[in-house]
């Protein structure tokens, strides 16, 4: 089918070229003219034959939201606009009911696969009306990965970027998980072959896993991580998971532990740990460095 | 090769019934007559030819201490204990430095599978002398998945277990991660079809691992997990990897969550947080539950 | 000084009578006519001489919300409307925004002491313009308790209810430290007299503090907390403490754990223990209990 | 009374001296000459009247187990040995009957109080039989603050430092929870004071506590503590709190935050969250910083 696509960074520039390997026909527009199929949305738009769907694959946030609203301007009734970014669920239903208004259908898509997708297939996790989903199918189908996995419809609008959400944060937890077992077996000072004893772990044991797989790659260039700084960013959904567990009285001990690893990593050096120095000092004369 | 088996229940059943079929000897040696094939350690130890290999898989703890050290009674120099329980790595430490001084060699070997192990073979996690570790590779070999993976000499004495124990501390971890993404999923009201969402995560995502297809099949059974109860032992692993971190000075705030939510899980009213609830009522009046 | 207080009930009566004590002239409102002195706002507002000023003791979120909007109605440039409840900081931002545009000065105000604040005095955390907190400083001076502290202007509008948000989370983490701590002495089975070790901690040690002496309180009404369950509601403030922190990306691993542990403590049973239960008897076989 | 005291550094120097103070007749010895009123152990115990107290004020570990092995060789039955310093409290029940075979008695003091206890007195959490703090009373009450707190006979030997330990494990969840509101508050950029908002929190609060103050002590000698640097020890206390609550399956997440935080504040580089970076890069194409 014909299909939009706004945003050719790396997500969206290897999803328009699954597609067409896929027998799509895909318009893409991006900021950048080098990249880019036509001059703007409005082109954009005239290209696509009714009733059209337009997939946006941008940074969630200012730019997403700028882009729904000038589609909502340019789009007709039943036309479908699609969030395949990494939108907050919150922006979603916004973005749902704004285009509703207009007779306009909205699909949140989280995507997960990052730079293995564009040959292994995307994740997807969709929310929206089952008429639109019904109607993107051929898209999803080519998008995600082959076999009978990798593609749920899993709710109204907001579903699919709340699912992609608490993905994201389940792995932010499995990913401190590993961290923390590599640091323990280093720090032990027990064990000879540590790249090597991460590698055995890929079969055979309860914790085998993708996640796995990549650090061992990551170990094979480079066994002690030597050329790495133990420092981390966050990309929103691991924040967002904390702050929707927190909205919905969900303990969540893990997930936000391994959210504030990564706050704490990113910290030349902790204010808090000083008020705890400063204390120490105070009560018991211990010394301070400066 | 000729092997002696101390402790034929669940694990050692399997893993003898294994060995068997890869063509081994297996003298097996179990408390309850009906599954044993020798009336005591002795006799096993007798019907088996020197050098001797004799693998102990008991309970960690007095019963595995109890028989290393009735087998250091009864082989002889040149002869090898294989410890494949769920011991302590400190307790092996011991273990092989009372048999090195008679001569005899140790073994320790962590073991991951389970269930599924009879089938899809053992992860192998193993600890030594190099000369010991080499002369058990045809017993390793048949007990390890097929293929590269699976099998890993750790390092000396205690390796093996210490890896095993940080192998079972990342699994809590990564349970906890999914078990919470779960919690959160179904407290939103979001999501029509929680099971076909963790269903739709087996391919492309980041997350897909054996702990989530295991999960799939737990939702398959019972999608709401309505016949479960909150309840989660621990078997041990998990409180010495946090020992040992507390030890090294390596902070494991994800593991230890996970094992404190086991613990929580296992209160039927927490002191802790009526003391919070005492405390709430003293400044602010706020009522108590009785 | 004259003032209007809306809202009588356990905070805003005590608050209103310790004005009263003071010298001052207090004209309040509460929906239930038995505690009202007017009718309503409007009465309130005609009874009160210019410049005026009207303190707001009410629940946060919607009666906040609705009352300081009929306040912008009903009051005139030049009056102030000062915010004792505990709202969020973000609503303060909105609502002295909205006033301003009016011409009327808005304070937000976070207030501290609870049941023992008639007679020793309420702390008093205080955010908005330099001019409106001056003329407050009557009211103010009554409220705090005797001597050098007990009253800070923090900053511009929100800096009150922040800081005062802060507080409780500090709270939090300080009231499961002491939990901690009595649950493990209690667990431990070494220590004859629990209350008694509680009550020698009130001199001389470095955790000697008003939740000590609180604690020791109640355990001298219930030594072994008998009587109450292990079950803690939270009021709002831990929450938003989080959802700051991870705003700012701030760790916050203790406010956190303490804000996490009283959401435990209200389930009876927990979803995420579910899952790892099933996963331990998918992978183990280990018993699951119904 | 007269009592010989072990250890004259900066802890047992200022007990000598409050016990001097007192009116007791202190003999004190020290592997320092200049501190030493005798040449050994041996003159120590020579120069006390039967039956003899003798208070081992030394660091934890090998040179407290040394001392009172010593002192076990050279006093008589009907003796009494205290151990006032930071020991384990598994160390003191072997110190305990050790001595009780020999028929001297032991004593395990916990002392709270650092470089203030010499003018304020010292919190005194003891452990023992009742004859032997039966005997010692007259030491304990010079030693504790005036008042009735401040002293504790806990249990049988073991329960004095047990219970401080758990007391320091508290310190430490209080200490981190300040911590982390302070660096909430500073990171906010709301509060144009933050000493004089934790000043003025000395009264009225919650949270009011010694801790605080001493807070706001180092706040008052460096605002923005600026000249410390966020790194923290840790003495054993906390880590001790930690590995006996998870050997009794007791829950402890703030204590066990807060002490991860000290570990993670001595690290210039985490290896963990190179883990994470590296994961991150492997799947996302995330660029890592080196």
Chains 1, 2, 3, 4 share one sequence.
């Not at 000038?70 to 916004?94: A, F, H, K, M, T």
């Not at 323990?184 to 079969?203: C, M, N, Q, Y």
């Not at 133990?230 to 936000?256: K, M, N």
Request: glycine share 14%.
């Amino acid at each position: 089918m014909h299909i939009g696509m706004v945003g050719l960074g790396r997500m969206g520039g290897n999803m328009a070229e699954r597609l067409r390997r896929g027998g799509h026909t895909v318009v893409g527009y991006d900021r950048d003219p080098s990249l880019s199929d036509v001059s703007g949305l409005q082109e954009l738009v005239e290209r696509l034959p009714a009733p059209r769907a337009v997939w946006v694959m941008l940074p969630a946030g200012e730019p997403t939201r700028q882009t729904v609203h000038s589609l909502g301007e340019l789009l007709e009734p039943g036309d479908v606009v699609i969030d395949g970014g990494n939108s907050n669920y919150r922006d979603d239903q916004e973005h749902g009911a704004r285009l509703a208004a207009k007779g306009i259908g909205f699909i949140d898509c989280g995507v997960s696969g990052g730079v293995w997708g564009l040959e292994n297939g995307y994740a997807l996790m969709v929310g929206g009306e089952e008429e639109h989903v019904r109607r993107l199918m051929p898209i999803f189908e080519t998008l995600k990965p082959a076999g009978e996995y990798g593609f749920v419809h899993a709710g109204k609008v907001g579903a699919g970027h709340f699912v992609k959400m608490v993905h994201n944060g389940i792995e932010y937890g499995m990913m401190q998980a590993f961290a923390e077992g590599y640091e323990l077996i280093a720090a032990s000072g027990l064990v000879k072959d540590v790249p090597e004893t991460f590698r055995s772990w890929k079969e055979g044991t309860v914790i085998r896993s993708w996640l796995l797989d990549l650090l061992v790659r990551a170990l094979e260039d480079d066994p002690g991580l030597e050329g790495i700084r133990g420092y981390a960013q966050d990309s929103g959904e691991g924040r967002w998971t904390v702050q929707a567990a927190v909205d919905h009285a969900v303990p969540l001990p893990v997930i936000t532990a391994a959210l504030y690893a990564r706050f704490a990593s990113r910290q030349d050096d902790s204010p808090a740990m000083r008020v705890v120095a400063a204390l120490r000092n105070q009560f018991g004369g211990h010394a301070v460095e400066s």
